[in-house]
């Protein structure tokens, strides 16, 4: 898609990318719809870094390794394999999508939370524009 027709799309109000995700009805009755190409790409990194593989049916290959990072035991790597695990999933199913920055940190008042910060561009859109995403995730039982 050309970076002017993206733009097109992007500042006409009637035109919508996709779903949201979480998943969600609006005040209208209807899903929750993305009016920007960079809130779509926002929706599908969320979807596709928290759906393990083989979790899809019919795509058992879609995802990414996050999910079972964080429920194996800790150590030194655990930024590197969680950055690596991110980087593959994108290139792979997103490559419209640049990661510019992760940053994993472990809750040092409770070592269960984990917290992935990524900054991104969306190389289609304005390559200029860096977003933020940012997951918590609770890894004790």
């Known amino acids: 898609m050309a970076r002017a027709v993206v733009r097109e799309?992007?500042?006409d109000r009637d035109?919508?990318?996709g779903l949201t995700f979480p998943i969600r009805i609006g005040t209208d009755n209807n899903f929750i719809r993305s009016q920007t190409l960079r809130e779509q790409a926002s929706s599908n990194i969320k979807n596709l870094l928290l759906t393990n593989k083989g979790e899809r049916v019919g795509q058992p290959e879609f995802g990414s390794d996050l999910p079972s990072i964080l429920f194996e035991p800790f150590d030194d790597n655990i930024g590197d394999r969680i950055e690596e695990a991110i980087h593959e999933a994108l290139e792979r199913?997103?490559?419209y999508v640049e990661a510019q920055n992760i940053v994993t940190m472990v809750d040092e008042t409770n070592p269960n939370n984990v917290i992935v910060s990524l900054e991104f561009r969306v190389t289609i859109d304005d390559p200029d524009a860096i977003e933020n995403i940012t997951f918590n995730f609770n890894t004790g039982a």
């Open 9 to 11: 799309l992007n500042e």
């Open 93 to 95: 199913w997103l490559p």
């Open 15 to 17: 035109a919508f990318f």
